[in-house]
């Protein structure tokens, strides 16, 4: 079955940190680029960090500095480390994998609070 699991959501104060997890089944890991998305409320799904088969990066000028992403195919995982937390970054976050030629497959998110 092929499934994309998120976890490690929750409530941080500003300042905090949190470490998201996104977890794959069913693919063949290696060959996807994998991505974490956010959406907070009242906006529109935006993405936040993307990591490609070779391991490049890219983030989301309002993540640089602060978040980092990552993936361990023998795991068939990918992490996102947020460090320096801020109110703006509650939102849900989903974790997206992409392949060419290929549907993309999207996680159900895992909500994460930023509040004091």
């Known amino acids: 079955q092929v499934q994309l699991v998120e976890s490690g959501g929750g409530l941080v104060q500003p300042g905090g940190s949190l470490r998201l997890s996104c977890s794959a089944s069913?693919?063949?890991?290696?060959?996807?680029?994998m991505d974490w998305y956010r959406q907070g409320p009242g906006n529109q799904r935006e993405l936040v960090a993307r990591?490609?088969?070779?391991?490049?990066?890219n983030y989301a000028d309002s993540v640089k500095g602060r978040f980092t992403i990552s993936r361990d195919n023998a795991k068939n995982t990918i992490y996102l480390r947020m460090n320096s937390l801020k109110p703006e970054d509650t939102a849900v976050y989903y974790c997206?994998?992409?392949?060419?030629?290929?549907?993309?497959?999207w996680g159900q998110g895992t909500q994460v609070t930023v509040s004091s």
């Open positions: 069913g693919i063949i890991f290696r060959l996807y680029t």
């Open positions: 997206k994998a992409a392949r060419t030629y290929y549907h993309d497959i």
């Open positions: 990591i490609a088969t070779g391991a490049n990066t």
